[in-house]
C-alpha cells in the first residue's frame, strides 16, 4: 500500500507542475495569438519553429528511450560511480552531435525551407529561413536539457524535468511584450533562443548529490555503442505525433494563408491535454517499468503497463468527448482576442475536434512504445512508427483534398489509432496472455459511460446560447463540462468501473 501511495503521490506532484508549466504555456499561446493572429509572420514563425524542433523531437525520442534503461541497467550493476561516467559520456556525446546538426542546418536553412515548405512564397521562405537559423543556434543548450532531464527522470526526480517549460513560455511572452513593437516575429525567435539557455541553467541545481560531471568522452565504449544501437530505431517512435504534426505543416503548405497558424494553435491544446493527463503517467511508469525489467520482472512490467492503460481511459475519454463537441467553444475562449477573429475561431475549431478524437490513441501509443523501450525493444516501435508515418501521409493526400486542414488532423488521428492498434497485437505476440480480458470489460465500461457523457454534452451545447464574449464562452463550457462530467461518473460508478474507484479512493487516501 506504501509503494503504491508514494507511486500516486509522485504522479500526482508531477500532474500539479506540469499543469502549472502547461497553464503558463497556454496563456503564452493567447499572447502569440494575440499579437500576431493567422498572418504571415505566425505562419512563418510556426513554420520555423516545425523545422528548429525537429532535430529537438530526433534527439529527444533517442535520448529519452534510451538513456533511462541504459542508466537503470550500470547503476543496477555496476554502482553509482560507473552509472556517472556512462551517463556523462552520453551527454558530451550528444552535445557535440548536437552542434555539428545545428552547423548544417544553419549552412542549409534557405534550401531546407524550400523543400520543406514548397508552397511558400519567397517573402514567407526568407522569413522562416531566418527565424529557423536564430532558434536553431541554440540547439545544443535543448539536447543538453534533454539529456539531463532524461538523467534526473532515472534518478526518480521527476519534478526538475517539468520545470522546464517555464522558460520557454517566460521568454516568448516578454519578447512579444518587450520587444516585438520593433522587432516584429524575430523577437519570439530569440525568446526561444534565450529560452533553451535558461532550461539548462534550471535543471543544474537538481543534478546536486547524486550526479557527478565528468568530462569524459569515449565514443567507443560498449555502453555507448549499445545506445546508439537502440537510439537509432527510436529516434522515429517516441516523437511520432511530433513528426506526424510536422508533416501535417509541410503539406499545409499550399493551402489558404493562416492554416498554419489554425494547425499549431489547435495541436497546442492537445498537447495541453496530453501534458495534464497523459505525460505525468508516462514519466513515471517508464521509469518503473524499466527497473522492473531491470530486476527481471517483466510480467511485473506488463502489470504497470495495463493499469495505465485503463486509468488514462477513465480519465481521458470524457475530456476528448466534450472536447470534440464543444470544439468551437474552446478554441474561442482559449484564442479569440487581439488580432485571432472568429473568422479564424471556425477556420481552428474544425482542426481541434478532428486532432482531439486522437489523444487516447496518441496516448496509448506512447505507453506501449515505453514498454517497448524498457525491454530495450527499440526495433518494434521503429517498425510501427514507419507504418504509422506511411498510413498519415497516404491519408494526408487522400482527406487534404476532400476536408482541407480538418483532413490532415483526422489523418493524424486515424493513424493514430492504427499505430496503437498493432503495437497491442505485437505485445500479445511477445507475451502470449496478456489478461487484457479484464482490462477489455474495463474499457467497455468506460466507452458507455463516455457515450452518455457525449449525448449529454451534445445536447447541453445545442440547448445553450451562442456566447460573445470570454466570460460567456467560459461559462458556456463550464455548464456544459459539468453536467456532461456528472452524468459520466454516475454512469461509472452504476457499471462499477474500478479503475475510477480505485482512483478516488487513493486521491481520499491522500
Known amino acids: 500500500m506504501a509503494k503504491k501511495d508514494k507511486l500516486l503521490t509522485g504522479t500526482l506532484l508531477v500532474t500539479l507542475v506540469i499543469m502549472l508549466s502547461k497553464g503558463v504555456g ?10 500576431f493572429g493567422r498572418t504571415m509572420a505566425n505562419d512563418a514563425y510556426v513554420s520555423a519553429y516545425s523545422l528548429f524542433y525537429l532535430p529537438v523531437l530526433l534527439f529527444n525520442s533517442c535520448i529519452s528511450a534510451t538513456l533511462i534503461p541504459l542508466y537503470s541497467d550500470e547503476r543496477a550493476q555496476k554502482g553509482l560511480d560507473k552509472a556517472n561516467r556512462f551517463a556523462s559520456n552520453a551527454i558530451n556525446l550528444f552535445a557535440i552531435a548536437s552542434i555539428l546538426v545545428s552547423v548544417v542546418m544553419i549552412a542549409l536553412t534557405g534550401p531546407i525551407v524550400g523543400l520543406v515548405y514548397n508552397g511558400f512564397d519567397a517573402e514567407k521562405a526568407a522569413l522562416t529561413a531566418k527565424l529557423t537559423r536564430i532558434m536553431t543556434a541554440a540547439l545544443v543548450f535543448n539536447v543538453t536539457s534533454i539529456s539531463l532531464a532524461s538523467l534526473l527522470n532515472a534518478m526518480e526526480k521527476y519534478i526538475a524535468a517539468q520545470l522546464t517549460g517555464f ?5 516568448v511572452m516578454i519578447a512579444c511584450f518587450a520587444f516585438s513593437g520593433k522587432m516584429g516575429i524575430e523577437a519570439v525567435a530569440w525568446g526561444v533562443f534565450a529560452a533553451n539557455i535558461c532550461q539548462l541553467l534550471v535543471l543544474l541545481p537538481f543534478l546536486r548529490g547524486g550526479f557527478k560531471y565528468s568530462l569524459h568522452v569515449d565514443a567507443k565504449d560498449e555502453k555507448i555503442r549499445r545506445l546508439v544501437i537502440l537510439a537509432l530505431p527510436a529516434l522515429l517512435s ?3 505525433s511530433e513528426l506526424n504534426h510536422m508533416i501535417d505543416h509541410a503539406l499545409a503548405s499550399t493551402l489558404p ?3 498554419m497558424t489554425s494547425l499549431t494553435s489547435a495541436y497546442r491544446l492537445v498537447t495541453f491535454l496530453q501534458g495534464i493527463m497523459i505525460v505525468p503517467l508516462t514519466t513515471i511508469m517508464f521509469s518503473k517499468m524499466s527497473k522492473r525489467v531491470a530486476e527481471k520482472d517483466d510480467r511485473g512490467a506488463l502489470q504497470m503497463l495495463l493499469k495505465s492503460m485503463t486509468t488514462l481511459a477513465v480519465v481521458v475519454l470524457p475530456v476528448v468527448a466534450i472536447g470534440a463537441i464543444m470544439a468551437s467553444d474552446v478554441i474561442q475562449f482559449a484564442y479569440q482576442r487581439g488580432a485571432f477573429t472568429m473568422e479564424d475561431v471556425a477556420a481552428t475549431a474544425g482542426v481541434l475536434a478532428f486532432y482531439v478524437i486522437g489523444i487516447p490513441a496518441f496516448g496509448m501509443r506512447d505507453f506501449l512504445s515505453r514498454m517497448f523501450h524498457a525491454l530495450k525493444d527499440t526495433k518494434t516501435p521503429f517498425k510501427v512508427a514507419c507504418v504509422v508515418v506511411a498510413t498519415n501521409i497516404v491519408l494526408n493526400f487522400i482527406l487534404r483534398a476532400l476536408m482541407g486542414a480538418n483532413g490532415l488532423a483526422l489523418a493524424t488521428s486515424v493513424a493514430g489509432y492504427t499505430g496503437a492498434t498493432i503495437m497491442l497485437i505485437l505485445l500479445r505476440k511477445r507475451f502470449g496472455r496478456l489478461g487484457f480480458k479484464e482490462v477489455a470489460k474495463e474499457l467497455i465500461k468506460i466507452v458507455i459511460a463516455t457515450a452518455a457523457c457525449a449525448v449529454v454534452c451534445f445536447v447541453m451545447n445545442r440547448v ?18 459539468a453536467a456532461s462530467g456528472v452524468v459520466y461518473l454516475i454512469c461509472c460508478v452504476v457499471l462499477r468501473v474500478r479503475s475510477l474507484t480505485g482512483l478516488l479512493a487513493s486521491l481520499k487516501r491522500r
Not at 26 to 35: K, L
Not at 167 to 171: A, E, K, M, Q, W
Request: glycine fraction near 8%.
Open 26 to 35: 497556454f496563456v503564452r499561446d493567447i499572447v502569440t495569438t494575440a499579437y
Open 167 to 171: 522558460p520557454l513560455s517566460i521568454c
Open 238 to 240: 517516441m516523437g511520432i
Open 257 to 259: 494563408g493562416g492554416t
Open 464 to 481: 445553450l446560447p451562442a456566447a460573445d464574449s470570454t466570460i460567456r464562452v467560459f461559462v458556456r463550457l463550464a455548464i456544459s463540462a
